[in-house]
């Protein structure tokens, strides 16, 4: 049972090695599967073709020894003694050579190669002459033959088989050509084959939470064609769920407008008592929510400001010096620069919500504006209020969400300000976080990038 866990526990660390060790992207999956597959088919394919052509050039050379030794034997034998020796290096070939010593003397010939020449050296010198074959050092398939000639001289024929012809010098430099181009289709058609997956990904990445789609072609092969209309179709539909919902949230936002005002005069016919207060408190809260349920379905579902050039520096000046005009604590400092394309109205009511965020709970804020490369501006809005645990930060961008410890009848609150917020900074196409100060307070930081001039 040790030995099976063992081999178990083997077999899952190759696994997980090679998981590890596996490209991330399909383009390169898919690209080194191909690729390795084709090589190791090409490689294959490369020796089963010298293999054919070395069997096809052994039994030719069968055919030919058989011939070529049984006439160079009776050759030496007719001529006369004195001038044998003469004439057995010119009798010599490639794979064999004649002498007229006795030769080596080994074990029988067993190597496979060697075996197929003894039949047809046996053929050639049967019944002739008597003869025999051993095998000797020298490499696996060499071996000799051993006879006499008729007049009692030994003849001792060496054989040096060859396992095939030499290879051309310029086969491995057309092998890599075959692989190159190999590699190249490969490249192609994998390119071809994730670029559909590519623009998918694409177009997903873009189904932003304004729900505002970007369609997908509808082009290529048949599978690509139908993929993207399932695609399109989806966003279409849960375009039209969201915006029915919306539609509902502003609807029942705004009717709740009617019923509120008449409570407020009734209550303010009311006489004066801590009852009333109370629900004075109260409607303001209903009266906020109301409010903020119609600017969240209009952040979501409203139509794009058109972007155009505006110094930012003086419209974060001008939204301070409105808040000071009503006795609010806000600061602005900046770095001046060029004008940046972007949607102004967007963004006063980002950077408002953010200041009317940071006043709720810290009383005073500050606005600070810095530039970056490549027309980048980040606006910090700083306060120094009791900030948000860090497991809320990202949490509390969600519509209606609430950190009661921080939340309650003095500030008041609907959990759709930050809401709004995030998703008006995705129409100008800049990001929104929020991030805890150090020695206490919250940064709330949005960095933007330029948009397209219309």
């Given at each position: 049972?040790s030995?099976?866990a063992?081999?178990?526990?083997?077999?899952s660390?190759v696994?997980?090695l090679?998981?590890?060790?596996a490209?991330?992207?399909l383009?390169?999956?898919?690209s080194?599967?191909?690729?390795?597959g084709?090589?190791?088919a090409?490689f294959?394919?490369?020796?089963l073709?010298?293999?054919?052509?070395?069997?096809?050039?052994?039994?030719?050379m069968?055919?030919?020894i058989?011939?070529?030794?049984r006439t160079?034997?009776?050759?030496?034998?007719r001529?006369?003694?004195?001038?044998?020796?003469?004439?057995l290096p010119?009798?010599?070939r490639g794979?064999?050579r004649?002498?007229?010593?006795t030769?080596s003397v080994?074990?029988?010939?067993?190597a496979p190669?060697?075996?197929?020449?003894?039949?047809s050296?046996?053929r050639?010198?049967?019944?002739?002459?008597?003869f025999s074959a051993?095998a000797?050092?020298g490499g696996?398939e060499?071996?000799?033959?051993h006879?006499?000639?008729?007049?009692?001289?030994?003849?001792?024929?060496d054989?040096?088989?060859?396992r095939?012809?030499?290879?051309s010098?310029?086969?491995?430099?057309?092998?890599?050509?075959?692989?190159?181009?190999?590699?190249?289709a490969?490249w192609?058609?994998v390119r071809l084959?994730?670029?559909?997956l590519?623009?998918?990904?694409?177009?997903a990445?873009?189904?932003?939470?304004d729900l505002?789609?970007?369609?997908?072609?509808?082009?290529g092969?048949?599978?690509?064609?139908?993929?993207?209309?399932?695609?399109?179709a989806m966003?279409?539909?849960i375009?039209?769920?969201?915006?029915e919902?919306?539609r509902?949230?502003?609807?029942?936002s705004?009717d709740l407008?009617t019923?509120?005002?008449?409570m407020?005069l009734?209550?303010?016919?009311?006489?004066?008592s801590?009852q009333?207060?109370?629900?004075?408190e109260?409607l303001q809260?209903?009266e906020?929510l109301?409010?903020?349920g119609?600017?969240y379905a209009r952040?979501m579902?409203?139509?794009?400001?058109p972007a155009r050039?505006?110094?930012p520096d003086d419209?974060?000046d001008?939204?301070?010096?409105d808040?000071?005009d009503?006795g609010a604590?806000?600061?602005?400092?900046?770095?001046p620069?060029?004008?940046v394309v972007t949607?102004?109205?967007?963004?006063?009511?980002?950077?408002?919500?953010?200041?009317?965020?940071?006043?709720?709970?810290?009383?005073?804020?500050?606005?600070?504006?810095?530039?970056?490369?490549?027309?980048?501006?980040t606006i910090?809005?700083?306060?120094?209020?009791?900030?948000?645990?860090e497991a809320?930060l990202?949490?509390?961008?969600a519509?209606?969400?609430?950190?009661?410890s921080s939340?309650?009848?003095?500030?008041?609150?609907?959990?759709?300000g930050l809401?709004?917020a995030?998703?008006?900074?995705?129409?100008l196409?800049g990001?929104?976080?929020?991030?805890?100060?150090?020695?206490?307070?919250?940064e709330?930081r949005?960095?933007?990038?330029a948009?397209?001039?219309?």
């Amino acid at each position: 049972m040790s030995g099976h866990a063992a081999g178990g526990r083997d077999v899952s660390g190759v696994i997980a090695l090679l998981r590890r060790l596996a490209p991330a992207s399909l383009f390169a999956r898919l690209s080194f599967i191909l690729l390795a597959g084709l090589a190791a088919a090409q490689f294959l394919a490369a020796q089963l073709t010298i293999e054919e052509r070395n069997d096809v050039n052994m039994g030719a050379m069968i055919d030919y020894i058989e011939a070529d030794v049984r006439t160079a034997v009776a050759l030496i034998d007719r001529l006369p003694h004195a001038e044998r020796a003469a004439w057995l290096p010119r009798l010599a070939r490639g794979g064999y050579r004649f002498s007229s010593a006795t030769g080596s003397v080994g074990p029988p010939v067993s190597a496979p190669h060697s075996t197929r020449l003894m039949a047809s050296v046996t053929r050639a010198l049967a019944p002739g002459y008597a003869f025999s074959a051993h095998a000797v050092d020298g490499g696996p398939e060499r071996f000799q033959v051993h006879l006499r000639l008729s007049d009692g001289q030994p003849l001792t024929i060496d054989f040096r088989p060859r396992r095939g012809l030499p290879l051309s010098a310029r086969l491995p430099y057309m092998l890599a050509g075959q692989l190159a181009l190999v590699a190249l289709a490969c490249w192609l058609a994998v390119r071809l084959a994730i670029k559909p997956l590519r623009n998918l990904a694409e177009a997903a990445d873009a189904l932003g939470p304004d729900l505002r789609a970007v369609r997908m072609p509808e082009q290529g092969p048949s599978e690509v064609v139908r993929a993207a209309r399932a695609f399109n179709a989806m966003q279409r539909r849960i375009a039209a769920y969201v915006d029915e919902r919306l539609r509902i949230l502003a609807a029942i936002s705004h009717d709740l407008q009617t019923p509120i005002t008449r409570m407020r005069l009734r209550v303010d016919l009311m006489d004066e008592s801590p009852q009333q207060q109370r629900l004075i408190e109260d409607l303001q809260q209903l009266e906020d929510l109301a409010r903020q349920g119609i600017g969240y379905a209009r952040a979501m579902h409203g139509l794009l400001e058109p972007a155009r050039a505006i110094d930012p520096d003086d419209l974060l000046d001008a939204i301070t010096l409105d808040y000071r005009d009503s006795g609010a604590d806000v600061g602005f400092s900046s770095q001046p620069g060029e004008p940046v394309v972007t949607r102004p109205g967007a963004l006063r009511r980002v950077v408002t919500n953010l200041v009317d965020n940071g006043l709720k709970y810290a009383g005073q804020t500050e606005i600070v504006m810095e530039r970056s490369a490549g027309a980048v501006i980040t606006i910090r809005v700083l306060d120094r209020g009791p900030g948000i645990p860090e497991a809320a930060l990202e949490a509390v961008f969600a519509p209606f969400y609430r950190i009661e410890s921080s939340r309650n009848r003095d500030t008041g609150g609907t959990g759709l300000g930050l809401a709004i917020a995030r998703q008006l900074a995705l129409t100008l196409g800049g990001t929104l976080t929020l991030h805890n100060r150090p020695g206490g307070g919250l940064e709330a930081r949005l960095v933007l990038r330029a948009l397209d001039a219309p």
